[in-house]
């Protein structure tokens, strides 16, 4: 990565290169019939979905759309294979953490895989059901939920 990434809000136009990173990451952390899904996800612009770009390209995308008053859910967080491991990730959950202490969200939650639920651990997130094969072969289901620092479930 050549400098720290940039976020900017997701528009139709960046689709091929969104389904360019699902793809890379397929089946390592996605299964092959999550594709469609994220297809649909990607229709209608999704509120609240970015991209990360490392100068001019797509190298990450995720969201974070409300789920109830106080709760949110991150979706589709994606980032280059050849990128993974330098801090993307990092800087996409610092950002929505970011946000969510911003907009007063007490719980995030996400829907992660056996693979990626330990990233998702080192922010503080825990375990709150496990769903074996729940993606498709061999990539279990791990939902998870996250109490972001300074929200006011934490000030308790």
Excluded at 46 to 70: N, T
Excluded at 73 to 90: E, F, S, T, Y
Aim: with cysteine; proline share 8%.
């Amino acid at each position: 990565m050549s400098s720290l990434p940039t976020f900017r809000p997701y528009r139709v136009g960046d689709q091929p290169a969104c389904l360019d990173l699902f793809d890379a990451n397929c089946p390592a952390f996605f299964a092959a019939g999550e594709r469609s899904g994220y297809i649909e996800f990607l229709g209608p612009v999704p509120e609240g979905y970015e991209v990360c770009l490392d100068g001019a390209r797509i190298v990450g995308a995720y969201g974070i759309r409300p789920h109830a008053s106080d709760e949110a859910v991150i979706r589709w967080i994606l980032i280059a294979p050849d990128l993974q491991g330098r801090g993307i990730g990092a800087a996409m959950m610092t950002r929505a953490l970011t946000i969510a202490r911003a907009t007063n969200i007490r719980v995030l939650h996400m829907a992660a895989s056996h693979k990626s639920a330990p990233f998702f651990a080192r922010f503080g997130a825990r375990t709150t059901a496990t769903i074996p094969n729940g993606w498709g072969p061999d990539l279990h289901r791990v939902d998870m939920e996250l109490v972001p620092k300074g929200s006011a479930s934490t000030n308790l």
